[in-house]
């Protein structure tokens, strides 16, 4: 079955950086687009980065534009979104995702609390 697994979540302070880890499994991770997706307390969940299956053509929300970066390994199934310059409005649940024949499938999340 499909699993999303994310890790690297924690507390930094403004103008800090963090590395988030998406390990999956139970499919085949080289073939499927990759996102990031972050929930606010009190709002929706909202795309924060896309990545294609090799690795180029990655978007973003204009938020986190030329502060977040996502890649992947395909070697390792892994996704990453590492994260700089967070301000305090980054704070959210950060969801990996993955859509596969129009079903999505989401880890169970890693905090990410920017605060002084």
């Known amino acids: 079955q499909v699993q999303l697994v994310e890790s690297g979540g924690g507390l930094v302070q403004p103008g800090g950086s963090l590395r988030l880890s998406c390990a999956a499994s139970g499919f085949t991770f080289s073939s499927y687009f990759m996102s990031w997706y972050r929930q606010a307390p009190g709002k929706e969940r909202e795309l924060v980065a896309r990545?294609?299956?090799?690795?180029?053509?990655?978007n973003y929300a204009d938020s986190v534009k030329g502060r977040f970066t996502i890649t992947r390994d395909n070697a390792k199934n892994t996704v990453y979104l590492q994260m700089s310059s967070l301000k305090p409005e980054d704070t959210a649940v950060y969801y990996c995702?993955?859509?596969?024949?129009?079903?999505?499938?989401w880890g169970q999340g890693t905090q990410v609390t920017v605060s002084s």
């Open positions: 990545i294609t299956s090799g690795g180029g053509s990655p």
């Open positions: 995702n993955v859509r596969i024949s129009l079903k999505l499938y």
